[in-house]
C-alpha cells in the first residue's frame, strides 16, 4: 500500500517533467529527491550508487559539507554584484585557481560551454593581434568526435549528425582532424591556423584515451608551428582522471586550460579560462563578459570545490581506485563487454554491437541501485565521486558483474 502511494508520486513527477519540459534528454525513470555524498535516494527512499556524478560535475560527491558551509556563509553576504564592481570573492578564487594550475590569468565564466566560447574568441584575438593573421581567416583546428558544449559556434564543429541537424548555419573557421593522430594535427596546420582545441580524454564521445605521447606530440606541433594548445579539461579535470589535470599524465602544460564542472563542487556553475599573459592579455574592457560569470557565490563556491579537491587529494584517490576498479572490470569477462577503458575514476564499458546498446544495462543497473548512463549508445561510463569509499565500489562491482554476465 504505502509503496503504491510512493510510485503514484514518482509517476506524477515523471509526467509533469514529461509534459513540461522540452525533451531533449531521456533520462533513466528516476525521481532524485536527496544526495549525500556517493549516495542519492528517489522520491520513494530508494539509495542509489551515483556513478554518473552528473558528467563529473559532482567529483567532490552531493552535497559536500565544506562547500556547503562555504554558500550558506555567502549567502548571509553578498551573492551578485556583476563586474561592474569588484567582490571580495573573485581576486582570492581567481589566485588560488592560478596557483593550482599554474598560469597568469583567469577569465571566469558560468557554464563550460561560455567557458569554450570565451577560449575561442580569446585565440583568435591572439592570432589577429600577435600572430598577425589576415582579419577574418583565423582557423581553429578541432578533433572529430569532440565534444565542447551545445552553443551554435560549438555545435558547427561538432562530427555528432544529431548535435548539428538542423541548427546551422554555423560559424565558419574550425576544421577536424581525428582525435588522437598527431600527423593528421601537423598536416592540417596552415598559416592561418591559431590553436588546436581538444579533449585530453574524449568524454562524452565515449571516454576515449589517446595513444601514448599523443599531448607530447601536439605540444612539440604547437611550439613548431606558433599555435596555440588549448586543452578542454571541463570533464577531466579537478581529478576525475587521476591527475589534477589530465595532461599531467604526458607532463604537458596547455597554453590555455578550460575549466568547468567539478569547480562547482556539484552546487552551481563556475567554469574558467586559465592562460598567460600573453593570451589572456588581448582582452581589454567590454571585448567580452557575462552577468554572473565571477560573482562572489560562484567565487566562494569554487574557491571551496577546489580546496576540497586538493586537501582530500581527490586525483591520488581516482588514480589508485580507478586502477583497482578498472582492473576488476577488465577481469570480469563479459560475453557482452568489447572493451574496459579509461584513466582513474574515468572509466568507459564498451558493449558489444552483438548484445545491443548500452540503455538497457544502465536500466539494469537502475533497478540494482547504481545509476551510470550510456554515452554515445555502447559506452557505460562510471564515473562516481572521487570521495567514494572502496568497500563502496566492492559492492557495486557484485552488482555489475550480476548485470554484465547476464
Ligand atoms: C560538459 C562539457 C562541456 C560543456 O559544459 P556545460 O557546462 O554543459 O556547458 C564542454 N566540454 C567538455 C569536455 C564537457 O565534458
Not at 556553475?269 to 593570451?279: C, F, G, I, N, Q
Not at 541501485?369 to 562510471?382: C, D, M, N, P, S
Amino acid at each position: 500500500m504505502a509503496t503504491d502511494i510512493a510510485s503514484d508520486r514518482t509517476e506524477g513527477l515523471l509526467e509533469d517533467t514529461e509534459r513540461y519540459c522540452a525533451t531533449n534528454y531521456q533520462p533513466l525513470d528516476v525521481v532524485i529527491e536527496r544526495g549525500e555524498g556517493v549516495w542519492v535516494w528517489d522520491v520513494e527512499g530508494r539509495r542509489y550508487l551515483d556513478m554518473l556524478s552528473a558528467y563529473s560535475a559532482l567529483n567532490q560527491g552531493h552535497c559536500h559539507p565544506a562547500i556547503v558551509r562555504a554558500v550558506r556563509t555567502q549567502l548571509d553576504r553578498v551573492t551578485l554584484t556583476s563586474r561592474a564592481f569588484h567582490n571580495d570573492q573573485l581576486g582570492p578564487f581567481l589566485r588560488e585557481l592560478c596557483a593550482a594550475t599554474g598560469y597568469d590569468q583567469a577569465l571566469p565564466m558560468n557554464s563550460g560551454a561560455e567557458a569554450v566560447e570565451t577560449a575561442i574568441k580569446m585565440v583568435r584575438k591572439w592570432g589577429y593581434q600577435k600572430k598577425g593573421v589576415p582579419d577574418g581567416q583565423a582557423e581553429i583546428i578541432v578533433c572529430q568526435n569532440n565534444f565542447h558544449g551545445r552553443t551554435t559556434t560549438v555545435v558547427g564543429f561538432s562530427s555528432e549528425v544529431q548535435y548539428r541537424e538542423d541548427f546551422g548555419p554555423f560559424a565558419p573557421g574550425f576544421k577536424t582532424v581525428p582525435f588522437g593522430d598527431a600527423d593528421a594535427l601537423a598536416a592540417a596546420v596552415t598559416d592561418q591556423t591559431v590553436g588546436f582545441l581538444f579533449e585530453p580524454i574524449q568524454g562524452e564521445g565515449g571516454v576515449i584515451v589517446p595513444p601514448d605521447d599523443f599531448l607530447r606530440r601536439v605540444r612539440e606541433i604547437c611550439d613548431r608551428s606558433g599555435i596555440v594548445m588549448m586543452v578542454d579539461e571541463i570533464q577531466t579535470g579537478l581529478g576525475r582522471t587521476g591527475r589534477l589535470f589530465a595532461c599531467e599524465w604526458e607532463d604537458v602544460r596547455p597554453d590555455v586550460l578550460i575549466v568547468g564542472k567539478a569547480l562547482g563542487g556539484g552546487l552551481y556553475p563556475v567554469s574558467a579560462v586559465l592562460a598567460d599573459a600573453e593570451y589572456m592579455g588581448v582582452f581589454r574592457p567590454g571585448d567580452h563578459g557575462s552577468t554572473f560569470g565571477g560573482n562572489p557565490l560562484a567565487a566562494a563556491i569554487g574557491r571551496a570545490s577546489l580546496k576540497v579537491v586538493l586537501e582530500e587529494d581527490l586525483p591520488g584517490r581516482a588514480d589508485e581506485l580507478g586502477r583497482w576498479f578498472m582492473g576488476e572490470l577488465d577481469a570480469l569477462a563479459s560475453p557482452h563487454v568489447a572493451q574496459v577503458r579509461g584513466r582513474g575514476l574515468f572509466i568507459g564499458v564498451e558493449i558489444r554491437e552483438s548484445s545491443g546498446t548500452a540503455r538497457p544495462y544502465c536500466e539494469a543497473l537502475k533497478d540494482r541501485g547504481i545509476l551510470a548512463k550510456e554515452t554515445h549508445g555502447q559506452v557505460i561510463r562510471f564515473a562516481p565521486p572521487l570521495v567514494v569509499e572502496k568497500e563502496v565500489l566492492e559492492e557495486a562491482l557484485e552488482e555489475i558483474a550480476t548485470v554484465l554476465e547476464g
